[in-house]
């Protein structure tokens, strides 16, 4: 299956919510006001979010339109969620030097931050770079295993301790040894108990402290990993994580599979934040650089 079939398929809940929401919508005579009013409100619970589906509303206001059958509503609908995407839209850049580049990807339990890292470091190898992982994560000792089972699957060497270590020695010592080996990229895996928020600061404060000691300007990405799943909740977490550990760039996860896909389109719009990648799928190859145009295709139900 191409990667586009791949990223339309994963899609297919949230187009369908979507195209549920908007059914019937366009059969009046004329686009009124009340019809826009109806777009509006089921781009809303359509997971799009409040600010992202006034703004739609209001651009296909401005475009005056007689009439719109289903199909002309969801190309506008694919058009105008774009333009919110595309300026968000940035591919990770690991270049630069010195070496390693340092990503520290962080989120809450659970919302696919090992898996991501598995799949991104299998990308920046694809590309030839060489990858390295480290187990930040000592909280469970089945995230440190999780994370060496994906370093193998890699092919990529994983910096690990023991549970209940001490993270920012462990990033400590990926550093040392991905700058004496010359890896290009260090991969950093954090806990995500956000029960604790002083706890988890704390942590990821010394662990940043000890990359700068080590490299003024890494970490060069913090990557956050979101669960689309989740809906609302993971725009939640984009303001909790941005005061709690400054927020670079953002992945969202697990979006094949649910219908609250329209998420992205909400976090783009409301936090402006880069979106590097997004996650179809728990297999190794299920992680791509985020295409704009593909996406909003793939929410409004058309083929790209
Ligand atoms: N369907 C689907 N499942 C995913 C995706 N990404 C991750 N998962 C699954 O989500 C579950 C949680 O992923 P993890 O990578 O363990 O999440 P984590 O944030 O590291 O969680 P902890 O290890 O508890 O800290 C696993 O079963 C993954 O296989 C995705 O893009 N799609």
Sequence with gaps: MSWLDKLTGGFRKTADRLGDNITGLTSKAALDTSTLDDIEEALIASDIGPEASKRIRDAIAARRFEQLDERGLRTILAEEMEAILAPVAKPLDIWGFPRP????????????????????????????????????????????????????????????????????????????????????????????????????????????????????????????????????????????????????????TKLDGTARGGVLVAAAEKYKLPIHAIGVGEGVNDLRPFDPRAVARAIAGLSA
């Design 101 to 252: 580049h340092v990503i520290l990807v962080i989120g809450v339990n659970g919302s696919g931050k090992t898996t991501t890292i598995g799949k991104l470091g299998a990308w920046l190898k694809e590309q030839d770079y060489g990858v390295m992982l480290a187990a930040g994560d000592t909280f469970r000792a089945a995230a440190i295993e999780q994370l060496r089972i994906w370093g193998e699957r890699i092919d990529a060497p994983v910096i690990s301790g023991k549970e209940g270590g001490d993270a920012a020695g462990i990033v400590f010592d990926g550093v040392k040894q991905a700058t004496a080996t010359g890896i290009d990229c260090l991969i950093v895996d954090t806990a995500g108990r956000l029960q604790n928020k002083t706890h988890l600061m704390d942590e990821l404060a010394k662990v940043r402290r000890v990359l700068g000691r080590l490299n003024t300007e890494a970490p060069h990405d913090v990557l956050l990993v979101l669960d689309a799943t989740t809906g609302q909740n993971a725009l939640n977490q984009i303001e909790v994580f941005r005061n709690l550990a400054g927020v670079t760039g953002l992945i969202m």
